[in-house]
């Protein structure tokens, strides 16, 4: 019996992240956004602030994928931009501000894509009751 259920799990999964499904549509879209977010970052180098690449591709990542997914991205983002820039010099205190403040803004990113899939969810409702 387990072993049934289980592979009514896989197939449900496999289901869900099949090439026609929208979540895998949503996944790819935001794997490739924030791929381009971190590409760009590194292009740009270390004079030019990313925070605009990234807080776009968290915005983009929440409002498809939702606030896991964009939460998740938003850790990542942060420690892939820390990690573009080990080679510069600076104090504990000064990499720990520079991380938190990052966490801050991306979170009002993830925050805003949230509210945007929320309300395009409540759209899409009430079009579907006929309101």
Do not use: C
């Not at 983002?77 to 080679?87: E, K, T, Y």
């Not at 991306?106 to 805003?112: E, F, K, Y």
């Not at 509210?115 to 409702?125: I, L, M, N, V, Y």
Request: proline share 2%.
């Amino acid at each position: 019996m387990g072993e049934l259920a289980r592979a009514g799990h896989n197939n449900e999964f496999a289901e869900t992240m099949s090439e026609n499904s929208p979540v895998f549509s949503r996944f790819s879209v935001s794997v490739v956004t924030f791929a381009a977010a971190v590409a760009l970052d590194f292009v740009s180098g270390v004079d030019v602030s990313p925070i605009l690449f990234y807080f776009a591709a968290i915005l983009v990542i929440s409002a498809l994928a939702g606030t896991r997914f964009g939460i998740a991205g938003a850790v990542l983002a942060v420690l892939a931009w820390q990690f573009m820039r080990m080679d510069q010099s600076g104090s504990f205190l000064a990499i720990l501000w520079n991380t938190v403040s990052r966490l801050v803004m991306l979170g009002i990113a993830v925050a805003l894509g949230a509210s945007a899939k929320d309300s395009a969810g409540e759209q899409t409702d009430e079009v579907d009751h006929g309101l």
